[in-house]
């Protein structure tokens, strides 16, 4: 059994921070994270995500240089620290685990991800 449990959502100004967090708990150990958004009316999309093994963060171009992903494996936490928010950056943000046996490396699309959080809302005001 996998859980993910997002937190930390909230409403903020444009320009202000929040900080996501994602506990884990069950098969996670070993597997990749990833994060993504989905905003009204849109498709679901990559943000970041962190390889097991490396454990260095990969973004998308939209919020490079102002998110920051990290990993608490003793914790079994992710987190996101969101800076420089834009009333674009509104949606609901996701965390996901990715798919056993997948290739080594970046996985950027919705369908190598298997399990996802409830997800946790981010609403930017102008």
């Known amino acids: 059994q996998v859980q993910l449990v997002e937190s930390g959502g909230g409403l903020v100004q444009a320009g202000g921070s929040l900080r996501l967090s994602c506990a884990a708990s069950?098969?996670?150990?070993?597997?990749?994270i990833g994060w993504f958004r989905q905003a009204p009316g849109k498709e679901r999309e990559f943000v970041g995500g962190?390889?097991?093994?490396?454990?260095?963060?990969y973004y998308a171009d939209s919020v490079r240089g102002r998110f920051a992903i990290s990993r608490d494996k003793d914790k079994n936490t992710g987190y996101r620290q969101m800076n420089s928010l834009k009333p674009d950056d509104t949606a609901m943000y996701y965390c996901?685990?990715?798919?056993?046996?997948?290739?080594?490396?970046?996985?950027?699309?919705?369908?190598?991800?298997?399990?996802w959080g409830q997800g946790t809302q981010v609403t930017v005001s102008s």
């Open positions: 996901a685990r990715r798919r056993e046996l997948m290739p080594a490396g970046e996985g950027r699309a919705n369908d190598e991800y298997e399990f």
């Open positions: 069950g098969r996670t150990f070993g597997y990749d």
């Open positions: 962190t390889t097991w093994s490396s454990e260095v963060p």
